[in-house]
Nanobody, 126 residues
Framework: QVQLVESGGGLVQAGGSLRLSCAVS??????LAWFRQAPGKDRDFVAA????????WYADSVRGRFTISRDNAKNTVSLQMNSLNPEDTADYFC?????????????????????WGQGTQVTVSS
């Protein structure tokens, strides 16, 4: 059974940085992604990375500020978040997809992902 465990959330001031990590049990050939859900809102795509790490996708709202990376030897995926602002406050979820046919649409579609972590909370104060 695949398990994903996020870590690294916390409270940070606007303009600051945080690095989220997700440990993935099982094989390293999953597409991996981060989604987030702000209070009272739907869960939104943040970033995704192909199983090889050779391609990445970002939501427009985070492009240029966030960087997704993975270490297949350690079965981890990370999200480096810089220049944080209060609008980034949310629960952040790691997700793994087993057989996603890669496209700009599918990699950002939460329905394509089979396994989810419990989430880690990020709060950005103004």
């Amino acid at each position: 059974q695949v398990q994903l465990v996020e870590s690294g959330g916390g409270l940070v001031q606007a303009g600051g940085s945080l690095r989220l990590s997700c440990a993935v049990s099982g094989r390293s050939t999953y597409a991996l992604a981060w989604f987030r859900q702000a209070p009272g809102k739907d869960r939104d795509f943040v970033a995704a990375i192909s199983w090889s790490g050779g391609a990445a996708w970002y939501a427009d709202s985070v492009r240029g500020r966030f960087t997704i990376s993975r270490d297949n030897a350690k079965n981890t995926v990370s999200l480096q978040m810089n220049s944080l602002n209060p609008e980034d406050t949310a629960d952040y979820f790691c997700a793994a997809g087993d057989q996603i046919i890669v496209s700009d649409i599918t990699m950002a579609d939460q329905d394509e992902y089979d396994y989810w972590g419990q989430g880690t909370q990020v709060t950005v104060s103004s």
